[in-house]
């Protein structure tokens, strides 16, 4: 039996965004929502979707 998965949480611990695979920013081998989550705020922002408390 196999399972395909479609949506994931982004990989950022703070953040609360579901992402689909084929959109999401891969990067340390995890799934992000974002440039800004996959770089682990750098810059110190979140990142920047409507309604999520995360800001690095």
Do not use: L, W, Y
């Not at 196999?2 to 703070?14: I, L, R, Y």
């Not at 953040?15 to 440039?35: K, L, P, Y």
Request: proline share 2%; with cysteine.
């Amino acid at each position: 039996m196999s399972v395909n998965v479609e949506m994931v949480k982004c990989a950022c611990n703070d953040c609360v965004c579901i992402v689909s695979t084929g959109n999401a920013v891969e990067a340390d081998g995890r799934m992000f929502c974002g440039e800004n989550c996959a770089n682990h705020h750098q810059q110190s922002v979140g990142c920047e979707h409507a309604g999520c408390p995360c800001h690095g």
